[in-house]
C-alpha cells in the first residue's frame, strides 16, 4: 500500500473475487490520499471505541450485533461497495500502524478487532459464513451419515446442556482438532471425542475468530518490527506525527497517571476507603484488614487500584507490609511480596507500569479458593451481596433496585445504582472503572474550585 | 542435609528421567535433536529456601553433578525452550530470536487443601485414607476424560509427597499447545467455582449434563458419594454439616421442609453413617418431586454431589508453559515420602501413608539389600523404590519411547520427502 499526496486512487484490484468480509492477510497495491490516511483510520476508530464500550457495557451477543450494524452503517459505509471495501481495508492497516507500538496498544486493538470481526460474521448469512471459513484454510471434515448417527445422542446431550429442551441437532458439523476451538472446549459447548471436537454449522464463528485472532496477533508483531526499524524513521515528516497523534485522542482514561484528586496518604487511608472506595475494592480492603492477608488476584486488583489513587511506591510498601507482618515475619514479607509490590509500579523485571484494572477485566476473572477479588455483583451470592450493600448504607428500596440490575448481568449498571444510591446523585456516564469511582465520589466529597485549563 | 546427599547419590533415577525427558532425542537417529534436552529448564531449591532458575544440563551425567553438588531438596521442571536457558541473555527479547517456550507438558495439579470445605475428618495439610479418595477418584475422571476425550496416550499420574497429585500429559500435541489452549483444556475441566463468598459453587445449567460430565458422574461419582464419601464423612450427620448442603438448595421452602425433618428427628439408633443416608434419600426424592419448580432445581442433586466429589484443580498450573512443576522421583521436604508414580488404573489400591520415605530407603540400604537394581526380574526381591522405578520404565517410559521414535523417524522422512520436491535448477 502506498501513500502518495492528492493523486486519483486507484480501485483496489479484483474486487470480485475478495468476500465481503476482508480478513487483512496483505495490504493490497493501491494508492491513498494523505487526508484519506487519517480520515479513514479515525472513521474507524470510532467505530472501534463504539465497540469498547458496548462491551464494557455487558451488552449480549445479539445487542453487538444490533451496535456493529450501526456503527458501521454510521461511519464506514459508502454508496459505492467497492469504495466501501477500500475504506475497510485501508483503515485497518492504518490502525495497525497506530496501535502496534505498545503491549497496551496491541492488546486493545486486538480485542476490538476481533470483536468487530466477530460481530460483522454473525451478521454474515450462511453462504457468505462458509466462504471466509474457507478463506482462512482450515482442515475441517463435515460429518455426515452413519458417522453422524452413532454421535447423534451425545451430541443431543450437548445441545440439551447449553439449555435448549429438545435435543435436535443441526443437519451439519464438523470434526475438527480440538485445539482450533478452544473457546467451545472451554465453554464444554462441544462433544469431543478422541481428540476431535464435533463443531455444529452455527459455532463455526468461534472457529474463525480464533484464526483471525491469532493472525492479527502475529501481523501486529510483525508490523511493529517494521515500523520501529523502517517506517517511523523514514516517515517522520509525513506519516508518523498522523500516527503518533491518532492513538492518544482516542482512548479513555486508563488511570496509569493520577491526578489531583488522588493524593491519598496512609493516615486517611481507612476513611476514604470506607467512604470513597467502590465495593470491590472496599471488600478486598475489609478482607485485608480482617486477614492480614490476601492471594495473588486480590493484591493485583487491590494494589494496582491504589497505586491509580495516588498511592506512592513506598506508602504502598508500608501500608502492604503493616498488614502482611501481623501474619507473616518482617522478612518473608521482603523475599515473598515487597518485590511483587515493586514489580506493579515498574520498579522490576521487564518494568512495565502496570495499569489498574478496569470493570471489564475484573467482572471477568474468575476468583477461586480463598480469592476475595473480582466483581461482588457477579462473583457473590444474592446474600452476601445484599449484606455488602447494606454495610455501604443502600436502603432496601436502593438494593432492590441494584439487585435488579444483578439478575439481568448489568454488573455495571449495578454499581453504577449504587454509586448513585450513596452519593445521591446520577452519574450518566457509568461506571466502568474502580478508579472512576473513585475520582467521581472524591469529587462530589472534596470539591475543589475550578482551575484554571491547562 | 546427609540423607540429601545420598538421596542424590543412590536414589534418584537420572537416567530414567534424562531418558524420559529427551523424548527420544538420543543422537542415534539422523532426525534426533541433540540440544532438545539442553533446551529444558529446571529449578533447584536449596537449603535455606534459595532458588536457583533457569538451570539446564547437556545430558544425564551433566544433570547428576549439578545435582550432587548443590543437593537440592526440591527439583521442578519447566518448558523446553527456543534456546538454552543458561544462555537466554544473549538472545534479544524481541525479533526472530527470541527466549520462549516451544515444549512443555500438559500438566495438573490437584491438592487435597482445596476440598477442606467439604471434608471433615481433616484440614490443612493432612490426610488420612478417609479423604484421600477424593483425589483417586479426582484421576479416575480426569484421566478417562485425558484419554477418550482429548486421545492423549501417554499420562504419567505422580503423588506430589504430601497431600496430593500431579499429573503429567506427554503426547507431542499436548507438549505443543499454546497457553490458550492449555487454558481451554483446564476450563473444561472446571466445575466448581467459588469460595467463600458463593454458596452454590457449583452450577449446572441447561437441561441435561454435558456427555464428559454425565459419564464421570454415572461411572464415577454418584457411586463415590453414595458409597465411600458417605461412609468416610458422614456428610448429613449434624446441623452443621447438613446445614451447608441445604444452603445449595436455591429454594428456600424445600431448605425448610427439609430442615424441619431433620432438626426434630427423634433420637434414633443409626449410626451416624445410615443416618446420613438415609437424609440423603430424603433430600433426594424432595427434588426430584419438585425439580419442575425453578431451572435452578433441575439438577440439583447432581450439584451437590459434584460439590463434593468432582475434581478441583488448579487451573494456574496447567495454563502457562512457564510454570514449573515439581520433578517425580524428589523426595518431600515435609514429609520425607518419595514422589512416586501412581497407577491410573490401580489408584484405588494407592495409600499415601505406605509411601515409603527417604528414612526407610535409607535403612534398606544399609541393612544390606542393595536391591537397587530394578532390572532383577524377581519382584520380591525389588526394593522399595525399585518397585516403582519399573513401572515407572515399563507402563509409561517404554511405550513413550517407542511413539517417540515413530514420530522422529516420520517427520524425518517427511522433510527429507519435502527437500527432494523443492529441488530444482
Known sequence: ?454 | MLIHKIFAGKLFPYTDIHKWLSYGHDGKHPGCDEFYFGRREFSFTLENDVYLRYKSFKNASAMEDAIKVNFPYKIDIGAVYSVDPDKRHAYAQSGTNVFTPVERELVFDIDITDYDDVRYCCSGADVCSKCWPLMTVAIKVIDTSLREDFGFKHILWVFSGRRGVHCWVCDVKARRLTNEQRSAVAEYFRVYKGNENNARKVALMGHSLHPFLARSYVDFLKDFFEGELQANQSIFSSKEKYEKILEMISDEDIQLELREKWENAARSSLSEEATSLARWEQLKNTLYSKKQKAPSLRMCVEEIVFTFTYPRIDLEVSKQMNHLLKAPFCVHPKTGRVCVPIDPKKCDEFDPLAVPTLSQLIEEINSGGLKMDVDDDDESERSLLGKSVSFFRSSFLEPLLKSCKEDIESSHKSNIDKSKDSFSW
Open chain 1, 1 to 454: 500500500m502506498e501513500v502518495i499526496r492528492s493523486q486519483k486512487r486507484t480501485a483496489s484490484n479484483d474486487a470480485a473475487s475478495i468476500p465481503t468480509l476482508p480478513l487483512y492477510f496483505t495490504a493490497p497495491p493501491m494508492e491513498v490520499r494523505l487526508e484519506e490516511f487519517e480520515l479513514f483510520a479515525i472513521d474507524r476508530l470510532r467505530v472501534l471505541k463504539g465497540v469498547s464500550d458496548g462491551l464494557a457495557r455487558g451488552k449480549n451477543p445479539k445487542e453487538m450485533d444490533d451496535l456493529v450494524s450501526t456503527l458501521w452503517k454510521e461511519h464506514m459505509r459508502h454508496s459505492d461497495v467497492s469504495e466501501m471495501l477500500n475504506k475497510d481495508i485501508i483503515s485497518h492497516f492504518v490502525l495497525r500502524l497506530v496501535y502496534c507500538r505498545s503491549d497496551e496498544l496491541k492488546k486493545w486493538f486486538l480485542s476490538m478487532e476481533t470483536a468487530l470481526f466477530r460481530h460483522r460474521f454473525r451478521l454474515q448469512n450462511f453462504e457468505a459464513q462458509r466462504a471466509t471459513v474457507g478463506e482462512f484454510g482450515l482442515q475441517y471434515k463435515a460429518v455426515t451419515g452413519a458417522e453422524l448417527e452413532s454421535l447423534k445422542e451425545k451430541l443431543g446431550q450437548v445441545v440439551r446442556s447449553l439449555g435448549q429442551i429438545s435435543p435436535t441437532i443441526e443437519t451439519i458439523y464438523y470434526k475438527v482438532p480440538f485445539e482450533e476451538v478452544p473457546d467451545l472446549v472451554a465453554g464444554r459447548r462441544v462433544f469431543i471425542q478422541k481428540g476431535n471436537a464435533f463443531v455444529a454449522g452455527s459455532q463455526l464463528v468461534s472457529l474463525v475468530v480464533t484464526q483471525f485472532r491469532s493472525h492479527i496477533s502475529k501481523a501486529l508483531i510483525l508490523t511493529n518490527r517494521k515500523w520501529t526499524t523502517t517506517i517511523r524513521e523514514r516517515e517522520k515528516d509525513r506519516l508518523t506525527p498522523i500516527v503518533e497523534g491518532l492513538s492518544s485522542s482516542y482512548l479513555g482514561p486508563d488511570y496509569s497517571q493520577s491526578n489531583e484528586y488522588a493524593d491519598i496518604s496512609l493516615k486517611d487511608i481507612d476513611q476514604v476507603a470506607k467512604s470513597s472506595f467502590p465495593l470491590c475494592m472496599r471488600h478486598l480492603f475489609e478482607k485485608l484488614r480482617e486477614d492480614h492477608h490476601l492471594k495473588h488476584g486480590g493484591r493485583m486488583q487491590l494494589g494496582l487500584f491504589l497505586k491509580g489513587v495516588g498511592l506512592k511506591l513506598e506508602d504502598a510498601l508500608a501500608f502492604w507490609r503493616a498488614e502482611f507482618t501481623k501474619k507473616v515475619g518482617s522478612e518473608k514479607f521482603d523475599k515473598e511480596y515487597a518485590y511483587s509490590i515493586r514489580h506493579n509500579y515498574g520498579k522490576e523485571g521487564k518494568r512495565t507500569d502496570y495499569t489498574p484494572y478496569a470493570c471489564q477485566k475484573i467482572i471477568s476473572s474468575a476468583p477461586g479458593v480463598g480469592d476475595h477479588h473480582g466483581c461482588p455483583y457477579r462473583h457473590f451470592s444474592d446474600d452476601n451481596l445484599r449484606a455488602a450493600l447494606g454495610r455501604m448504607g443502600l436502603s432496601s428500596r436502593g438494593m432492590e433496585d441494584v439487585m435488579d440490575k444483578v439478575r439481568n448481568k448489568h454488573y455495571q449498571l449495578a454499581c453504577t445504582m449504587t454509586f448513585e444510591a450513596v452519593y445521591g446523585t446520577t452519574c450518566d456516564a457509568g461506571i466502568n472503572h474502580p478508579n472512576q469511582y473513585f475520582e467521581e465520589s472524591q469529587k462530589i466529597l472534596k470539591p475543589k474550585t475550578p482551575t484554571a485549563p491547562v
